[in-house]
């Protein structure tokens, strides 16, 4: 942006983010049609649309935008029907990705999404290539206070039924079965802690270390899956080192 006005650049970063918001909008409202097309536009009785909901939320998505969204689902909005996918392979460097997607024309996503892997340097791959590398878990993250007590979080989080939980500089987080999330999630909230977020997600079982133009390139396959409107969600086992 080198010679550009401060107004300009400042119009950059809005148009850029609206563009991002946007973007998330439109994922989270395929969501939604897609979580009340399945279980109905009650989120008192449908979990996933239930969860769908509270992540527009999140994002500060309109209730207009989510309202609009379930009664396209339940059908009494005409739009556009959407069927879920999941496509598999590897980046470079051989890291595993597994990508949900969320689309109204296969063959153009399908082509898509080859397009980006081979780009980068990946590889798709076939239906199960690396689905048996993730496990699906429950994930509640809790906000961090400035000096929070881990053996006592610790404790609770084992006596709500958590399997594992991580503590980094910015984030706690709480590792469940899947089954189990929304009662450990009541259990903490119930002690006075501030659950952040809680979803299902696929953790990796293996992790393959990535560095130098192996790593950058990785970073761009996963970015660029990321930006595409059909994808939802992107699970790697890649770590990044310092190098």
Known sequence: MAGHSKWANIKHKK?????????????????IMVAAREGGGDPDTNPRLKDAIQKAKAVNMPSENINR??????GELEGVSYEEMVYEGYGPGGGAILIELMTDNRNRTAGEIRHIFDKYGGSLGESGCVAWIFDKKGIITLEKKSDPDEGQIMMEAIEAGAEDIEIDDENIKIITAPDNLKEVQEYLIGKGFVVSSAELTLVSKTTVTLS?????????LLETLEENDDVQNVYCNVEFSND
Request: aromatic share 4%; glycine share 10%; net charge positive.
């Open 69 to 74: 969204a379930i009664l396209r689902g339940t």
């Open 15 to 31: 148009e850029k983010a609206d563009a991002q918001k946007g973007k998330i909008y439109t994922k989270l409202s395929r969501l």
């Open 212 to 220: 130098g133009d192996t790593a950058d390139r990785m970073m761009k």
